[in-house]
């Protein structure tokens, strides 16, 4: 399943450069990854309530192609593969031109909130990576 959320640039993502600053796109990945999770019927509370947590441990992020103030850029998730408690998301940001911007691969880990420890991927995130 892919997801994709819209994003205008504002004032305030802008570094002295005059373009986003590159933390920016770290965000801009992570509200996309809250969209999937919700889409997937995943959500954080649910997951909280199963005593499962996710943990970021992991991005690799290109960046392309400079995004500058006010323009919309499309922020696209998509399962790439999974491990027995990892998982691995890529990710995009386009712009209105349909130009790649950024890219990433973002690996997270399922943790038991208890124990602080890796678990097996719950099957209601396993279904949506494949084998």
Do not use: C
Not at 70 to 79: A, R
Not at 84 to 89: L, Y
């Amino acid at each position: 399943m892919k997801t994709s959320i819209q994003i205008e640039v504002r004032p305030t993502e802008i570094d002295v450069m005059g373009h986003v600053n590159n933390a920016k796109y770290l965000e801009y990945i992570e509200w996309s990854r809250e969209i999937w999770y919700n889409q997937a019927g995943v959500p954080f509370d649910q997951l909280t309530e199963m005593g499962i947590g996710t943990v970021t441990v992991r991005i690799e992020i290109d960046y392309r192609k400079e995004a500058t103030l006010g323009q919309k850029l499309t922020v696209t998730t998509e399962p790439k593969h999974r491990g027995r408690s990892s998982f691995v998301f890529y990710q995009t940001i386009s712009n209105e031109q349909g130009e790649l911007v950024a890219e990433a691969e973002v690996t997270s880990v399922t943790i038991d909130l208890k124990e602080r420890k890796s678990r097996p991927l719950p099957e209601e995130i396993a279904k949506w990576f494949g084998k």
